[in-house]
């Protein structure tokens, strides 16, 4: 089946400092890739969709200078928080699709802790 | 706000009992789609409905979208505790044609 995985599983940073989790798809080109945040028994919420080769799109509300998301190749998106605050602390899970309306492959997830 | 609602928000049945979840959007969906979520882990796609009135079964999983595509719901017959998860409905729709999780239903099985 298809695998996503995502490193770092989990990071603790100091206030202040940049943090960058990457998304892989091992076994399928992913033409679209999603990046979620999760917060404790509540639901996802989708942050921005990034296609290959083209700025990310951003949900209303997510700061773009903030999140920084780059996807450079069909197999790889990477999320940059910048200077992180403590409320930028969170489960971060990045999904792909080989194709926008097929099911979405999540990646395992990232534990941030920004202190 | 959120577009897609589920209820209940949690559920507490017996082992054996059945369990639904169900799935409502403000705005009509191309598709729908369920996924479940463990403690401690992340969504698994389980299954996408495409058709209005679509019914689609997996052992002892019944989902269905509804004649309006606003709506679905997953049914569960003779819960087991392997069912214990967050059960999240999601979507494609709106005028942005812009992908919806719904809020979740958690369930858990009691032995």
């Known amino acids: 089946g298809a695998v996503v995985s995502q490193h770092p599983s989990w990071v603790i940073c100091k206030s202040g400092t940049s943090v960058k989790i990457e998304c892989r798809s091992l076994d399928f080109q992913a033409t679209t890739m999603f990046w979620y945040r999760q917060f404790p028994k509540q639901s996802l919420m989708l942050m921005a969709t990034?296609?290959?080769?083209?700025?990310?799109?951003?949900e209303q509300g997510v700061e773009k200078d903030k999140f920084l998301i780059n996807h450079a190749s069909l197999t790889l998106s990477t999320l940059t928080v910048t200077s992180a605050h403590p409320e930028d602390s969170s489960f971060y899970i990045c999904?792909?699709?080989?194709?926008?309306?097929?099911?979405?492959?999540f990646g395992p997830g990232t534990r941030l802790t920004v202190t | 706000g959120q577009q897609v609602m589920q209820i209940p928000q949690y559920q507490h049945v017996q082992e054996g009992e059945d369990f639904t979840t169900y799935c409502n959007s403000s705005?009509?969906?191309?598709?729908i789609q369920w996924y479940k979520q463990r403690p401690g882990g992340h969504p698994v796609f389980l299954i996408q409905l495409v058709k209005s009135g679509e019914v689609k079964k997996q052992k002892r999983l019944t989902f269905q979208f509804g004649e309006a595509k606003k709506n679905s719901s997953l049914h569960i017959t003779a819960t087991q505790t392997t069912d214990v998860g967050t059960y999240f409905c999601a979507g494609w729709g709106g005028t942005g044609n812009q992908f919806y999780f719904g809020t979740g239903t958690s369930l858990t099985v009691i032995p």
């Open positions: 999904s792909a699709v080989p194709n926008p309306i097929y099911e979405q492959y």
């Open positions: 990034s296609n290959e080769g083209s700025k990310a799109t951003y």
């Open positions: 705005t009509t969906l191309s598709n």
